[in-house]
């Protein structure tokens, strides 16, 4: 089963939760709902991301030639979820975002002041 790993992200603290095919969030308003949600919703579209990306080099004709494929995922993944949890470099946010997917494979974000943040 899926498990989302929050650490200091907006007003979640620390977070970690199994993601099942139906789910409610009930509490106080800005208690992180909706960055719980955001955040499942992002890492299940990181397919799309993947897809924009090669049409985008396709596109081009550049084909990743000046990084390779996984390199330039991890790249653009980490600015579109900077973006999207609005976290620019002179944000004083740190912390991290872990989503173990079912199929065994994880993807960590990393962000802290002052550093683009850090996918693997």
Known sequence: MPKLTINNLGPVSA??????DFMVFTGPQASGKSTIAKSIF?????NNILFSMYQKEMAAKSLFRNSGLETAFSKEVQRAFLQSFG?????KAYGSVCYDYDNGS???????PGAEGKCI
Not at 42 to 46: A, E, K, P, V, Y
Not at 87 to 91: E, N, Q
Not at 106 to 112: A, C, D, K, P, Y
């Open 87 to 91: 976290i620019g470099t002179d944000s």
């Open 106 to 112: 994880s993807m960590l974000i990393t962000f802290e």
């Open 15 to 20: 977070c970690e939760i199994e993601i099942k």
């Open 42 to 46: 992002f890492f299940n579209n990181l």
